[in-house]
């Protein structure tokens, strides 16, 4: 009787990209990369309510799997239908 929901999030803006390090650079280019990353994360916007509020749609409905936003949907789909896109992807550099 037990139920497992997998969580699948994009973009949340949470804050998260403040206490995010950044291995293998300066604190200068850390820094520059954090302020990146919290402008990508401001400008998708998206809310952790309604993350939220999808896991509980999930539980409540027995979904084995919530993907919440566009980027979880996008890789997802990659991931079942193209994945050796999916993986190039993963490999890729951003930071740059």
Do not use: M, W
Not at 37 to 52: D, E, H, I, M, T
């Amino acid at each position: 009787r037990i139920r497992v929901t997998s969580v699948c999030p994009g973009l949340i803006n949470t804050g998260i990209t403040q206490a995010s390090r950044f291995v293998g650079v300066s604190e200068e280019e850390q820094t520059r990369q954090r302020a990146k990353a919290s402008r990508l994360y401001a400008r998708r916007n998206l809310k952790p309510g309604a993350v939220a509020a999808a896991i509980l749609d999930a539980v409540k409905t027995g979904k084995p799997e919530v993907l919440v936003g566009t980027e979880a949907h996008a890789t997802r789909f990659l991931s079942r239908f193209l994945p050796a896109l999916s993986h190039r992807l993963a490999r890729v550099d951003v930071s740059k």
